[in-house]
Structures are given as structure tokens and as C-alpha cells.
Nanobody, 122 residues
């Protein structure tokens, strides 16, 4: 079984930075591809970016490319989302997810965290 727990959300000003953390708790040694999604008020959950199992490849939505960076530390079983140049439209609940491969669809993931709120003020 796999459990994902996000933290690091909060309030930031436009142009500021935040770093989100996703910790993986699991009873097996399997390593998954992972991703960050977000859901803004009144909108569907959308893909933010993903990272393959060993961190060699990363993928980003156009809306965050150049501003957000995803990384992971498998020894610590942690994944990170470094967010810079934040905009008010980045306000959302951010979720981490784990699955067999990076996908933009939510159906591509087996495990989800509970989410962490990010609010960006103008």
C-alpha cells in the first residue's frame, strides 16, 4: 500500500516562491513515476508536472514551464515542487500522485495525496 502526504502550502504574494513536499509512505520497494496536479476553485483537477521514477525526466504543463521545478529524492521517498514567480492564477489545492508512468490524465495514477492549499495574492 502507498500513502502520499503533501505539505508546504500556504499564502504567498505574486512573484514569490513556495516549495511543496510530497512524502511517500509505502510497504513495498516499488518506485513509481510521480506527478503534481492542482485544482483551482470551480475548475477540474489539472496536470502541473511529472517526474519519472529515477528523476531523469521531468514534464511540465505550459502554464508553469520555466517557473516550477519538480525533483525527487528516492532515498528519502520525497518529491518536491519548487514554485517561483507565482501568479494569482496558481491559487489551487495541489495534489501529488503516483502511478506506473507520468500521464496528464488523473486516471493514470493509482495513489493520491490529500492535497495542500496554495494561495497567491496579487
Amino acid at each position: 500500500q502507498v500513502q502520499l502526504v503533501e505539505s508546504g502550502g500556504g499564502l504567498a504574494q505574486a512573484g514569490g516562491s513556495l516549495r511543496l513536499l510530497c512524502v511517500v509512505f509505502q510497504s513495498t520497494s516499488s518506485t513509481y513515476d510521480m506527478a503534481w496536479f492542482r485544482r483551482a476553485p470551480g475548475k477540474e483537477r489539472e496536470f502541473v508536472g511529472g517526474i519519472n521514477w529515477n528523476g531523469a525526466r521531468t514534464y511540465y504543463a505550459d502554464s508553469v514551464k520555466g517557473r516550477f521545478t519538480i525533483s525527487r529524492d528516492n532515498a528519502k521517498k520525497e518529491m518536491y515542487l519548487q514554485m517561483s514567480s507565482l501568479k494569482p492564477e496558481d491559487t489551487a489545492v495541489y495534489y501529488c500522485a503516483a502511478g506506473p508512468m507520468v500521464a496528464v490524465e488523473t486516471s493514470g495514477y493509482n495513489y493520491w495525496g490529500q492535497g495542500t492549499q496554495v494561495t497567491v495574492s496579487s
